[in-house]
């Protein structure tokens, strides 16, 4: 069984910066991309981005709104998706989730809530 | 940026009943477009890719249908595990984008 699960998240003060962990199981990682996207209190869902799979050597895509403060990183040995938010605002406060798949999402976590306050 | 337009915000439907979702593109996404299944505290749930595949495990009452900039999902004959919110999304370039989502409530 396919299972993704995101890990921390919190309340984090505007400036800061957060990492969040997506650990996979039930398939081979390694061969798919991985991708993230999040939804604000109230709002509908927002792709952030992703990161290819080796053979596609692990390039990136990044919504406008995170680029060159969000960087996606993986550890194919582990079964890990990174995600390094820095210089976070209070507009990045979100359930972020992370998704298998790069156009289309086929499996899904069940989110991490990401408070950006002071 | 390609911005896409769910309609209606709200579905009112009572279980058993035809729900007719609507999503439009504000230009042509082909058959770029996935449907998913959002329930609080739930992993999200793809229903949809390709504009009308169904993806693995997804009863047969879910079909979508359309190309170009108007599609829509529906839904045969509503149970009770299907009031949830319904979102689209095309995939036809970057960024993605994501429709404002419709809550299929019951009636």
């Known amino acids: 069984e396919v299972q993704l699960v995101e890990s921390g998240g919190g309340l984090v003060q505007p400036g800061r910066s957060l990492r969040l962990s997506c650990t996979a199981s039930g398939f081979t990682f390694g061969d798919y991309a991985m991708s993230w996207l999040r939804q604000a209190p109230g709002k509908g869902l927002e792709w952030v981005g992703f990161i290819r799979s080796k053979p596609y050597g692990e390039t990136t895509e990044y919504a406008a709104s995170v680029k060159g403060r969000f960087t996606f990183s993986r550890d194919d040995s582990k079964s890990v998706a990174y995600l390094q938010m820095n210089s976070l605002t209070t507009e990045d406060t979100a359930v972020y989730y992370c998704?298998?798949?790069?156009?289309?999402?086929?499996?899904w976590g069940q989110g991490t809530l990401v408070t950006v306050s002071s | 940026e390609i911005v896409m337009t769910q309609s209606p915000a709200t579905l009112s439907v009572s279980p058993g009943e035809r729900a007719t979702l609507s999503c439009r593109a504000s230009q042509s996404v082909s058959s770029s477009l996935a449907w998913y299944q959002l329930k609080p505290g739930q992993a999200p749930r793809l229903l949809i890719y390709g504009a009308s595949t169904r993806a693995t495990g997804i009863p047969a009452r879910f079909s979508g249908s359309g190309s170009g900039t108007e599609f829509t999902l529906t839904i045969s004959s509503l149970q009770s595990e299907d009031f949830a919110v319904y979102y689209c999304h095309h995939y036809n370039n970057w960024p993605l984008t994501f429709g404002g989502g419709t809550k299929v409530e019951i009636q």
């Open positions: 998704a298998r798949g790069r156009i289309y999402f086929d499996y």
